[in-house]
């Protein structure tokens, strides 16, 4: 799941053939709360956001620092993941529907894996666009179907039939090293690019530091994803959230354990 498939090309430089895209780990974590809070786009003001669901850090709201919520418990299978995880509240035909599963996969696929670097400590990063007024790429939002219906990722939901709809999207994996946060939010981050279109991603030169590629993962209870809406407007709006508050020596040895020494350190937690 999530695995972005490398070229099979004698053009394909040897080090990117041999990038394992399953390296890594997944942390899955519970439902926290619903609260009309966002404290990376507005800090310090309860209530000044569309509704929110949250996941992982229990103690998240509009005015967690860095430091509160490293004092703060968390939902996730793994006691140091203490970051704060949230997306738009969700609604089925005008029903609040919460995730079935919330998984989140810290993987890469930068070449070489000995490049990638943990999150900083306090490093926000945000997904996807929520004033978006077309369809996303899919290479940032898309949806699918899990146990049965459409499984092409797709820029919409769709009627999955006997299957449940899975929400997906994928974090930028390049930090310019100097800012954990921007003006705008986004400015300190981009995603990885494949200037060759050969399968070897690296990071631009403005954003020289690599980080894992974070990707949420979330099935919702709902089998007709036609009705789908968010907190924040159509499906097409769909956002994400991320808030680094994890134990940053835990971190560090996941990343030099599982992406830097390729290995599938598999999932922690809700039943792995």
Known sequence: MLVIGIVASTSVPTFARGLDRKAGWVVRCSFVRHLPDDPIVYPGQPGAS????????????????????????TSCGLAQDKAAYWIPAVYDDGRRVDPLIAAFYYRNRIAPATSVRPFPPGLKIIAGRADSSAPQPTSVVYWDCDGGG????????????????????RFPDCWNGKRKDSPNHRWHMTYSIDPDDDGSFRCPGSHPVAVPRLTYSLQFPVHDGTRLTLASG???????????????????????????????CGSFGLGQ
């Open 150 to 169: 459409s499984d092409a990722n797709l820029d919409h939901p769709v009627d999955c039939g006997s299957g449940v709809v899975s929400a997906n999207l």
């Open 50 to 73: 569309h509704l929110h669901a949250f996941f992982g850090n229990k103690g998240v709201d509009a005015d967690s620092t860095y430091r509160s919520l490293r004092r703060g418990r």
């Open 234 to 264: 159509p499906s097409r709006t769909m956002h994400a959230d991320f808030f680094n508050t994890w134990v940053q020596r835990k971190l560090r040895g996941l990343v030099d354990r599982c992406i830097v020494g390729q290995v599938n």
